[in-house]
């Protein structure tokens, strides 16, 4: 009886290293397949080939050998996307989304007109056909977006602007599109703003052009 033990125990050991052996020639003799097709969506195709060209060029072996964070910040150094999301279409086909970033403004530096994004990056434009607000000033894309966003949470409508003056100060003016000149103080940006609505609404301000609030506790009053 331990005789015919000891020979299952020597069976099994055979077809366990012969099978390891099969299973350990199979892992080393396969590949994974290549990524085949990318699918973009979102933008045009001028703009999608700089996608494919960055994704081809990151030397990905396979869908699963994908690193994200290079392929986060090689992506995101172009300045028209707002975000996008990479999904992987096994066996072999990504597919990347993209949102655009939207244009809110329109200025110049050094010569060059750009879009301003609200991803608060500059897009260089050819094309001003969009009835966008003009930045005037030496102008911190940084600084404009915190300014916007203060706008956006007072009750004065950011369509209705026409121009904008930035000053090294980091204060603001804004022209409206009936031609109202708003002096904004460096703080409490939104108060006032959402008095010269109240403002505009009364008879007696109608003729008033400009509005000055950067006098703490003063509105200054300038008529036609």
Same mark, same amino acid.
């Given at each position: 009886?331990?005789?015919?033990?000891?020979?299952?125990?020597? *069976?099994?050991?055979?077809?366990?290293?012969?099978? %390891?052996?099969? +299973?350990?020639?199979? *892992?080393? $003799?396969?590949?994974?397949?290549?990524?085949?097709?990318?699918?973009?969506?979102?933008?045009?195709? @001028?703009?999608?080939?700089?996608?494919?060209?960055?994704?081809?060029?990151? @030397?990905?072996?396979? *869908?699963?050998?994908?690193?994200?964070?290079?392929?986060?910040?090689? *992506?995101?150094?172009?300045?028209?996307?707002?975000? !996008?999301?990479? !999904?992987? +279409?096994?066996?072999?086909?990504?597919?990347?989304?993209?949102?655009?970033?939207? !244009?809110?403004?329109?200025?110049?530096?050094? %010569?060059?007109?750009?879009?301003? %994004?609200? +991803?608060?990056?500059?897009?260089?434009? $050819?094309?001003?056909?969009?009835?966008?607000?003009?930045?005037? %000033?030496?102008?911190?894309?940084?600084?404009?977006?915190?300014?916007? =966003?203060?706008? =956006?949470?007072?009750?004065? $409508?950011?369509?209705?602007?026409?121009?904008?003056?930035?000053?090294?100060?980091?204060?603001?003016?804004?022209?409206?599109?009936?031609? $109202?000149?708003?002096?904004?103080?460096?703080? +409490?940006?939104?108060?006032?703003?959402?008095?010269?609505?109240?403002?505009?609404?009364?008879?007696?301000?109608?003729?008033?052009?400009?509005?000055?609030?950067?006098?703490?506790?003063?509105?200054?009053?300038?008529?036609?």
């Amino acid at each position: 009886m331990h005789q015919l033990i000891s020979k299952k125990i020597v *069976i099994y050991l055979l077809l366990f290293f012969f099978l %390891g052996t099969v +299973n350990n020639y199979s *892992i080393v $003799n396969f590949s994974l397949p290549k990524i085949k097709d990318v699918e973009i969506y979102g933008i045009d195709l @001028n703009e999608s080939a700089k996608i494919r060209n960055i994704i081809e060029n990151s @030397n990905i072996k396979n *869908i699963f050998s994908i690193n994200r964070y290079n392929l986060k910040s090689n *992506i995101e150094s172009i300045n028209i996307i707002e975000k !996008f999301e990479i !999904f992987k +279409n096994y066996p072999s086909t990504l597919k990347v989304k993209i949102k655009k970033t939207k !244009f809110v403004a329109l200025t110049k530096k050094n %010569g060059i007109d750009y879009f301003i %994004g609200s +991803n608060g990056k500059l897009i260089e434009t $050819n094309d001003s056909i969009l009835k966008l607000p003009y930045v005037f %000033g030496d102008l911190d894309v940084e600084e404009f977006i915190k300014f916007k =966003d203060k706008i =956006d949470k007072s009750n004065f $409508n950011f369509n209705q602007i026409s121009k904008l003056y930035f000053y090294k100060s980091k204060r603001w003016d804004i022209e409206t599109k009936k031609g $109202n000149i708003i002096k904004l103080p460096t703080e +409490n940006i939104g108060k006032s703003l959402d008095l010269f609505i109240r403002l505009s609404k009364e008879n007696k301000f109608k003729d008033s052009s400009i509005i000055d609030f950067r006098q703490k506790d003063q509105i200054i009053l300038n008529e036609k």
